[in-house]
Structures are given as C-alpha cells and as structure tokens.
C-alpha cells in the first residue's frame, strides 16, 4: 500500500515569508507526527496528533509554527514570517494505535534565504 | 524524561568486517527502543526495535541488537558489512502508550571502504 507523502519535497522561500508543509499520512493510521531534521543535528519532535487533535505540542519552537490536520487524514504544518534558522528537512510520520512503528514519509527539504 | 546518546558521528568500516554502532539510551519508565536507517536524500526506514519481548533483536538486512537494562545499552551490530549499508543510523527511544514520540540520538553515519 501506499506510504506517507509528503509536499513539496522541497521549498526555498525568503525570510519572512509563510510556508506550508503537508503530510499525507497511511490510511487508517490516526497518530501522526511531525520532527525537524537540521543539519547535524537529530531529528526533533515537533508536534503529536491523535485524530484531529493535538494533544502534545511541546515540541514546537515558537508561537510561529503551528499544525492543523483535517478528517484524521492530512496534516499541515505552518511556519510563519520564516527565519534562517528554520532551514532543516520536516519530516511526518504516522502510526497505527496499538502499535509501536512509526512510518516515516521522504521529508520537505525547507531553505530560508 | 528520555534521552539517546550516540558516541561519535561517522564510524568506518571495510566490506565484510563487523559493524558495531552503539547506543546508550535514558528512560523513567520501560522502553521501547529502534534502530532507523536514512539513506540520502530519503526518509528514515524501521531497522529494527524492542518492545520488551526478546531482548535480541533481528531486523531486515541482516542487522541486529541486544537491549541490555542493565547498561542501559541498545547496540546495533552485522556481523559482515557491504557496500550497500553506507548510510546514517539512528537510535531512538520512546515510552509506551498513546503518544510514543520518539527521541532520537544525534545519528551515526556509517562508510563502507572496499
């Protein structure tokens, strides 16, 4: 079947513009993440969905990052007026209650300039 | 709170000799632990993972790793390395229930030399 997508693979924008990252999770999974991959560093946690809600945000770095996600399917993740420092590949993943493997897609490759 | 330590950031190996990345991880509660795998240029595919069953693990492509509590240790190892391992590894810990956010370690990037 088909795995988790995400678009667009890849996205340069100016500082201070918004951006939109989306994710398409593996249907019939209802836990959905979102992690930050930046340059030398490991992957960090952003934001928990469970169906539509959020119920842990903790990993979110500012109040310009927000994620919404519709119909316990696709989720989006806005960052407003970017900074530089906001280059690093997103990466969704999402997961089947019960079960532990959390299904990682190809990741949005964000550039800041 | 739960943390993962990775020692060093690149570790080199010749075709056919053992891989050994090790992996130390820091939980409050029981663990479930994983070895992903990052190609370039892709995202992050399962190796392997514990979840308090066995504690050796075998996963695809002939990897494996040991949970070992008493060392707080999660090592993954092949016995014969190729060509074709020559990636990035990552170590991650969760806790168990609903939210099972993973935390990784900073990863490791695994050469391969003929």
């Known amino acids: 079947g088909a795995g988790v997508s995400q678009s667009p693979s890849n996205k340069v924008t100016e500082k201070g513009k918004d951006v939109e990252l989306r994710c398409d999770p593996i249907?019939?999974?209802?836990?959905l993440y979102w992690y930050r991959q930046r340059l030398g560093q490991g992957l960090e946690f952003l934001i928990y969905?469970?169906?539509?809600?959020?119920?842990?945000k903790s990993g979110l770095p500012s109040d310009r990052f927000s994620a919404e996600r519709t119909g316990e399917s696709v989720s989006t993740l806005t960052i407003q007026r970017t900074q530089q420092e906001d280059s690093a590949v997103y990466l969704c993943?999402?997961?089947?209650?019960?079960?532990?493997?959390?299904?990682f897609g190809p990741g949005t490759r964000l550039l800041v300039l | 709170a739960q943390s993962v330590t990775q020692l060093g950031s690149h570790v080199s190996v010749s075709e056919g000799a053992l891989v050994l990345l090790r992996c130390n991880y820091s939980?409050?509660?029981?663990?479930?632990l994983f070895w992903y795998v990052q190609y370039p240029n892709q995202g992050l595919q399962l190796l392997l993972k514990?979840?308090?069953?066995?504690?050796l693990v075998k996963g695809i492509n002939g990897f494996e790793a040991e949970f070992k509590k008493s060392e707080t240790s999660f090592h993954l190892t092949k016995p014969s390395a190729h060509m074709s391992d020559a990636a990035e590894y990552f170590c991650?810990?969760?806790?168990?229930?609903?939210?099972?956010?993973?935390?990784f370690g900073k990863g490791i990037t695994l050469s391969v030399r003929p």
């Open positions: 993943a999402s997961r089947l209650v019960g079960q532990e493997t959390q299904y």
């Open positions: 249907s019939g999974h209802t836990a």
């Open positions: 969905f469970q169906g539509n809600s959020a119920p842990d």
């Open positions: 939980s409050s509660v029981p663990p479930y």
């Open positions: 514990y979840t308090s069953a066995a504690t």
């Open positions: 991650a810990v969760s806790a168990t229930g609903a939210n099972s956010k993973l935390t």
